[in-house]
């Protein structure tokens, strides 16, 4: 399966941004509907958005519609997450994922290890 090592958290202000990045080994990355999943403390891990496997369809959580936007470059074998105007609520380890099923957004396929976004108010 494909391997995912996440990048790019950090500690940020309120109203600031941060680009995550997920790096993928593996020649079937392409193959795959990627997304973008988070876990706050004492919550559990919900999802954020997914891209599909050519990039022309996106989905996103309700909470962050108009402030995240995921893109792929399979040639890079990279997954983005940029996250402008966060909030304190957008606090959580944020993970990447691979074969992530549309609408039910269960994962079939590989996790991240996760990567920290901390948004101070």
């Known amino acids: 399966q494909v391997q995912l090592v996440e990048s790019g958290g950090g500690l940020v202000q309120a109203g600031g941004s941060l680009r995550l990045s997920c790096a993928a080994s593996?020649?079937?990355?392409?193959?795959?509907?990627m997304g973008w999943f988070r876990q706050a403390p004492g919550n559990e891990r919900e999802f954020v958005a997914a891209?599909?496997?050519?990039?022309?369809?996106?989905y996103y959580a309700d909470s962050v519609k108009g402030r995240f936007t995921i893109s792929r470059d399979n040639g890079k074998n990279t997954v983005y997450l940029q996250m402008n105007n966060l909030e304190p609520e957008d606090t959580a380890v944020y993970y990447c994922?691979?074969?992530?099923?549309?609408?039910?957004?269960?994962?079939?396929?590989?996790w991240g290890q996760g990567t920290q976004v901390t948004v101070s108010s």
């Open positions: 994922a691979a074969d992530v099923v549309l609408g039910s957004w269960d994962v079939y396929g590989s």
């Open positions: 593996g020649r079937l990355f392409s193959t795959y509907v």
């Open positions: 891209i599909s496997w050519n990039g022309g369809s996106t």
